[in-house]
């Protein structure tokens, strides 16, 4: 019986956590982007292959942001739902 109690204290860790690792990729993406620009600026060149790499990434973390955390997020709205 102590085990349900602890549950939503768990699932309030695990928010916690989704939250956290959603801001991390957000500020990679952001970074990533940063450095992109300033390499443009530098290399004075808009395509190489560096640019287009950190690009890439970018849109990558982005996109894993967008659609996979909110995958987690519904998963553990369910999860709360159901106790």
């Given at each position: 019986?102590?085990?349900?109690?602890?549950?939503?204290?768990?699932?309030?860790?695990?928010?916690?956590?989704?939250?956290?690792?959603?801001?991390?990729l957000?500020?990679?993406?952001?970074?990533?982007?940063?450095?992109?620009?300033?390499?443009?600026?530098?290399?004075?060149?808009?395509?190489?292959?560096?640019?287009?790499?950190?690009?890439?990434?970018?849109?990558?973390?982005?996109?894993?942001?967008?659609?996979?955390?909110?995958?987690?997020r519904?998963?553990?709205?369910?999860?709360?739902?159901?106790?």
């Open positions: 019986m102590e085990e349900m109690k602890n549950i939503p204290a768990e699932l309030r860790r695990l928010e916690d956590v989704i939250d956290t690792v959603e801001g991390k957000h500020n990679t993406a952001g970074l990533l982007e940063l450095i992109s620009l300033g390499m443009e600026r530098l290399n004075r060149e808009e395509d190489s292959y560096e640019t287009s790499s950190m690009r890439i990434l970018k849109e990558y973390l982005s996109e894993v942001n967008g659609t996979e955390i909110t995958k987690i519904t998963i553990l709205a369910e999860i709360k739902g159901q106790l």
